[in-house]
C-alpha cells in the first residue's frame, strides 16, 4: 500500500505559516549539512522567514568567507 498523495499549497494563516517555517527550517538546515558532508561539498542555504527575517546556513565556514551576503 502507497501512501496518499499531499497537495502542497500556500499555508494561509500567518501565526501558523511562520511555525510550520520554524519547525521546518531544522529539518532543511540538517539534510543540507548531511548533503555537505556526504558528498564533500560547499553548500549554502538562504533562507527569508514570512516575517522577512533572514537565516542562513553554509557546509563549511571557508565558503561564507568567500562569499560574504552583503
Do not use: W
Amino acid at each position: 500500500m502507497g501512501r496518499v498523495k499531499l497537495q502542497i499549497k500556500r499555508i494561509e494563516n500567518i501565526t501558523n505559516r511562520q511555525v510550520t517555517f520554524s519547525k521546518r527550517r531544522n529539518g532543511l538546515i540538517k539534510k543540507a549539512y548531511e548533503l555537505a558532508i556526504l558528498c564533500d561539498i560547499d553548500i549554502a542555504l538562504i533562507m527569508f522567514s514570512p516575517s522577512g527575517r533572514l537565516s542562513h546556513f553554509s557546509g563549511k565556514r571557508r565558503f561564507v568567507d568567500r562569499h560574504e551576503i552583503s
